[in-house]
């Protein structure tokens, strides 16, 4: 019998075991030299099947020199360009031409090679993969009921991890170290059983390294020039939990059921994140919902009826739109590291699609940080819904993604108010991160707890204008100033924001005067404020919209008139025992007659505003604020400024 093997058959490993077995004894085992060069590009790859084809075909060599059978080597070796079009089927039509040539049976564990044979008319042996009869592997050695990875290294004695997740060690399993031989051999058996077992996957193989997937464990093999010496590292869990037996499943499970069907899970690695997500996946397979997987690798152990999807044509994006096309309800995203992965989960759960993502984070500001960096703050909300933090197999934290308009709670009220995403302890209700815009860029900032509230004080209470904001005491007069930079230093980083925003319209000086914390009015040249506004108030709409206060613009004549206004400690007399102080900071209503009343504030006959003076005889004003802006430009127009009780 004369035997033309492909390269399938080499890598796969099997035929030494047919001809040990006695099947093929006597045989002529005709090797085509197109299987000889495309399994030493493979080993020159560093891919790890190279090396498994190089060691089956050693075999064949040894057997031969027993006289078992009869080895022949035959065909030209094919050029480079052809050995590059391998995938394309180049390298597999040499190798059949040689079986025609020689009138041999083609044996092949590639069905479309055999079935390409066929269509030749040749007499094809397919080895099927196989599915029963495994033995257990030489790794396996390895483990016990109590080891969780195992670490195997040349001239290195083995290491194995033990204990459970919250409790590992790493100990010596024996004293001997492991020898590249042995590591070989391991390695070549773990691929032949990826390759055969219909739940083994070899999910990466790169120049230098090859990551399989046999059921639950996880096996990564590195060799030169990726790893300074081979080396085997396996993984698998030991713990056999559900989502019940979580301390707090039940918040997950009326969560995820609930409209808020944005999660992701956080931990560290080998914190038992991976774990938590099959079972939620379990668990909502069991609720009746369609789940599916994207991982890369699957590791994941889930029930058949969750099918389990990787990178199609090496990109998840290609495997987000197969999933948008069969509709599931739930996508558990396993591993999200790449800027790929970000979007595509953001953009899979705002299609409608309940989404489960896993991150590596060592705590929640971490992984929001990850997510905002690639994601807009503002929608986080609409994305994210909880984040539940793992540690040592636990669940130790649940947290609320929420959006609010207000000052960030982590800058202790010092920025603007601006659109705020907040994440929130889900059993305290304590606020524990802000994430908003500052500068251009996005800031995760924690939030400290408040400090205690100081005892209540004995004197007059602050000052309330009726229709308009709280407006701050003034400070006891034996306090020592605060400088402005204290004060309002936000203010000043939004005025540069303004400046920059607006210098896009204007050649000339761009002058901002924050009135509120929340309005500012901006000078710039006169023929440059149409521009600025834009037709319909387009330009100004837009920047209002990106840094999130109001903007008033107007020409820099009234700029011009406005720098007559008093300045520095002034002291106007009104008549009536009024006056008006005023210093950098404040403006004072001096009215020592109607302390404690409350009274209306008219300009000559025009309303104003209403307040309280307080016991001291004053009404104390920002002099920044548009009600004592207001009041000066009346006062400079020769209106009279006068105080009625209510």
């Known amino acids: ?262 999660m992701i899970i956080v931990g560290a690695p080998g914190s038992g994140k991976t774990t938590l997500a099959q079972n939620v996946a379990t668990f909502l397979s069991d609720s009746g919902f369609v789940v599916k997987t994207m991982e890369a690798p699957r590791e994941l152990q889930v029930p058949d009826n969750i099918t389990q999807y990787t990178a199609l044509d090496g990109s998840m994006t290609n495997t987000a739109d197969v999933l948008l096309l069969v509709r599931p309800d739930f996508v558990i995203f396993d591993e999200l590291r790449k800027n790929e992965d970000f979007s595509i989960f953001a953009d899979m759960r705002l299609a409608g699609i309940g989404m489960v993502g896993v991150i590596h984070a ?31 197999g636990v669940i130790t934290k649940v947290y609320d993604i929420g959006f609010a308009v207000k000052v960030p709670g982590g800058m202790a009220g010092e920025l603007n108010i601006r659109p705020v995403t907040t994440v929130t302890d889900h059993e305290t209700g304590e606020l524990v991160l802000d994430v908003f815009r500052y500068d251009g860029e996005t800031i995760v900032i924690p939030v400290t707890a408040p400090a205690a509230a100081p005892a209540a004080k004995t004197g007059p209470g602050p000052v309330h204008f009726v229709g308009q904001p709280l407006v701050p005491e003034k400070p006891a007069r034996q306090a020592e100033p605060k400088k402005e930079s204290d004060e309002r230093p936000g203010w000043k980083l939004m005025e540069k924001e303004i400046q920059r925003e607006i210098g896009r319209y204007t050649d000339g000086i761009v002058d901002v005067q924050m009135t509120s914390d929340t309005k500012a009015v901006v000078y710039i040249d006169d023929k440059d404020v149409p521009a600025a506004i834009g037709k319909g108030g387009k330009n100004v709409s837009a920047i209002v919209n990106k840094i999130g206060i109001g903007i008033d613009i107007k020409p820099r004549s009234e700029f011009d008139r406005q720098a007559a206004q008093p300045r520095g400690d002034e002291e106007i007399n009104l008549g009536g025992g009024i006056k008006i102080q005023t210093d950098k900071k404040q403006l004072t209503i001096i009215a020592p007659g109607e302390s404690g009343r409350i009274v209306d504030v008219f300009a000559g006959k025009e309303y104003l505003f209403t307040a309280t003076v307080n016991e001291t005889g004053e009404i104390v004003l920002a002099k920044n604020s548009s009600i004592a802006q207001e009041m000066i430009r009346r006062y400079q127009n020769n209106e009279n400024i006068r105080l009625r009780p209510v």
């Open 362 to 392: 060592s705590g929640v500001q971490d992984a929001i940080q990850r997510f905002s960096d690639r994601v807009d703050f503002s929608v986080l909300p609409q994305i994210i819904n909880t984040v539940i933090f793992v540690k040592q």
């Open 1 to 262: 019998m004369i035997l033309v093997p492909d390269t399938s058959v080499l890598i796969d490993g099997r035929i030494t075991s047919m001809i040990q077995a006695g099947e093929y004894k006597g045989a002529t085992i005709i090797v085509p030299e197109a299987v000889i060069a495309e399994l030493e590009a493979q080993a020159n790859n560093g891919r790890e099947i190279g090396f498994s084809g190089l060691a089956e075909l050693q075999s064949l060599c040894k057997m031969a020199e027993e006289k078992t059978i009869e080895l022949k080597f035959s065909g030209i070796r094919p050029s480079l360009e052809q050995v590059k079009l391998a995938s394309g089927g180049e390298i597999d039509a040499m190798i059949r031409n040689i079986a025609i040539e020689n009138a041999a049976r083609f044996i092949t564990s590639d069905n479309v090679q055999a079935e390409v044979a066929r269509a030749k008319g040749l007499d094809v042996i397919y080895l099927k993969p196989q599915v029963t009869d495994f033995v257990p592997l030489g790794i396996d050695q390895f483990f016990d009921e109590h080891t969780i990875a195992v670490y195997l290294k040349e001239r290195v004695p083995p290491m194995a991890k033990k204990g459970t997740i919250a409790d590992m060690k790493l100990v010596k399993i024996r004293d001997a170290p492991t020898s590249e031989y042995e590591l070989r051999a391991l390695a070549q058996e773990i691929l032949e059983r990826a390759k055969r077992d219909p739940d083994g996957f070899i999910e990466v193989e790169k120049r230098g390294v090859t990551v399989v997937q046999i059921g639950s464990m996880r096996i990564a093999i590195a060799r030169r020039p990726f790893s300074d010496g081979m080396e085997i590292t396996a993984v698998r869990p030991i713990v056999d939990v559900t989502l019940k037996d979580y301390q707090k499943s039940d918040i997950i499970t009326k969560r995820i059921t609930s409209e808020k069907r944005g």
